[in-house]
């Protein structure tokens, strides 16, 4: 085959170091803009991102020359440095170390980019711990609890 074709898309979940509340439903409409605009600048393609409070989804597109262990540092570490410095309030501000990846086939997106849009109502009944609990069932991820939220 002369070309390489590739659909690479990804459901991307971290919450705020402890879980902390710092993303106030003011300021997450630019939290987001923001997100966009580093996976923009490097390539990625951002589908969709929202959340509330206490953690963000992001589900966006990719290359396969990028590694998404990358994508997800430059992502998180460009946006805890501009919270920190940047944004009134959030001196001091965080992302959890680690974060949940899973793919999401062409026919999933419009689900997908759905269920991140309602993120608030969603959060209404479920608690972040729950939700994540969830996704690592259904993507068949077996994990000790001290390791997921530790």
Not at 81 to 97: H, I, N, P, R, Y
Request: net charge neutral; with cysteine; hydrophobic share 35%.
């Amino acid at each position: 085959m002369a070309n390489t074709f590739t659909s690479l898309h990804y459901h991307i979940v971290f919450s705020t170091k402890s879980r902390e509340r710092w993303l106030r439903s003011d300021m997450e409409n630019d939290v987001w803009r923001y997100l966009g605009g580093i996976c923009r600048a490097h390539d990625v393609k951002a589908l969709q991102i929202g959340g509330v409070e206490d953690h963000v989804h992001l589900l966006i597109g990719m290359p396969p020359a990028l590694a998404l262990s990358d994508v997800v540092k430059r992502i998180k570490g460009e946006s805890s440095k501009w919270l920190s410095a940047e944004v009134k309030g959030m001196k001091g501000f965080g992302w959890q170390d680690g974060y949940g990846a899973f793919t999401v086939g062409k026919s999933q997106i419009t689900d997908a980019i759905h269920y991140i849009q309602n993120q608030r109502e969603h959060h209404e009944n479920v608690t972040f711990e729950d939700e994540y609990r969830r996704f690592l069932h259904i993507h068949g991820i077996t994990a000790e609890e001290k390791y997921i939220f530790g």
